[in-house]
C-alpha cells in the first residue's frame, strides 16, 4: 500500500508567492494532520482534519496559512504571501480512528525555501 | 514548564553502548504516549508505543512512570544504524498528540 503521499518534494519560491502543498492520506485513514518542522521550533502542529472537517487549526500561524480537505484522499495547505520565515519542512501526517491520539503516519515532507 | 520535555542531545556514545533518554511531560491526565525516530532529511516514524507496564522490542525498551511523568527508552547494544533522532509524542490534553523537539543519538565506531 502507497503511504502518505506529498507534493511538491521540493519547493523554491520567491517572497510574495503564493505556495500551495499537496497531501494524499492513507487510504482509509480519517485524521489528517499538517506539520511544519523547523531547527529552531522542531515539529509543530498546524491543523488537524477528522472525517474532512477541521478540527483544531490553532497551530495556523497567521492568515497567510489556509488548509483544506475537500475529500478523503486530498489536502492542501497554501501560504499566500509567502515570506522567508516559512522555510520549513512541511509534512503531511494521516491517521486511523476519529480521535487525535492514535499512530500517525507521516509523508515525506515537502522543503519550502522562500527567497 | 514546556508540555512536552527533552534532552537535545546530542549523546555520543559508542557501538555496543547501552544508552537512554527520558522525556517529561506537563499534563498528568495523558494517556498516549509513542517514541518516533527520525533519521536527517527524512520523515518521523514509529518506533514504538509505550505502555503502562512498560514494553520491550528487541534492543529497545520503553518505560512510564506517571508519578515523576516521564517515559524512557533505553536501547542496548548501539548499532551506527541507530544513529537519529528520537522523538517523544504524548497526548497533552490537546485534540492532537504533541511532539517532543527531540534528541539526537549518534553512535560510533
Known amino acids: 500500500d502507497a503511504g502518505v503521499i506529498q507534493s511538491p518534494r521540493h519547493e523554491v519560491t520567491e517572497m510574495g508567492q503564493e505556495v500551495t502543498l499537496r497531501c494524499k492520506p492513507i487510504?482509509?485513514?480519517?485524521?489528517l494532520f499538517w506539520y511544519r518542522q523547523t531547527m529552531m521550533r522542531g515539529l509543530e502542529l498546524l491543523i488537524y482534519?477528522?472525517?474532512?472537517?477541521?478540527?483544531?487549526d490553532s497551530g495556523m500561524p497567521e492568515d497567510r496559512f489556509s488548509a483544506k480537505m475537500p475529500n478523503a484522499s486530498f489536502s492542501t495547505l497554501k501560504i499566500q504571501p509567502s515570506e522567508p520565515r516559512d522555510s520549513a519542512v512541511y509534512f503531511c501526517?494521516?491517521?486511523?480512528?476519529?480521535?487525535?491520539?492514535?499512530?500517525?503516519?507521516f509523508g515525506p515532507g515537502t522543503r519550502l525555501t522562500v527567497l | 514548564r514546556k508540555e512536552v520535555e527533552q534532552d537535545p542531545g546530542p549523546f555520543n556514545v559508542p557501538e555496543g553502548a547501552t544508552v537512554a533518554f527520558n522525556c517529561t511531560y506537563s499534563n498528568s491526565a495523558s494517556q498516549s504516549f509513542f517514541w518516533y525516530r527520525q533519521d536527517c532529511r527524512k520523515e518521523p516514524k514509529l518506533l514504538m508505543s509505550?505502555?503502562?507496564s512498560g514494553n520491550e522490542d528487541g534492543r529497545f525498551t520503553a518505560q512510564l512512570n506517571r508519578a515523576s511523568q516521564y517515559i524512557s527508552l533505553l536501547i542496548r547494544d548501539s548499532k551506527l544504524s541507530d544513529s537519529a533522532t528520537y522523538l517523544c509524542?504524548?497526548?497533552?490534553?490537546?485534540?492532537?498528540?504533541?511532539f517532543g523537539s527531540g534528541t539526537r543519538l549518534q553512535v560510533q565506531p
Open positions: 487510504s482509509g485513514h480519517n485524521s
Open positions: 482534519f477528522n472525517n474532512n472537517v477541521p478540527i483544531d
Open positions: 501526517a494521516s491517521s486511523l480512528g476519529a480521535g487525535g491520539h492514535n499512530e500517525q503516519f
Open positions: 509505550v505502555y503502562s
Open positions: 509524542v504524548i497526548d497533552t490534553g490537546r485534540r492532537a498528540l504533541t
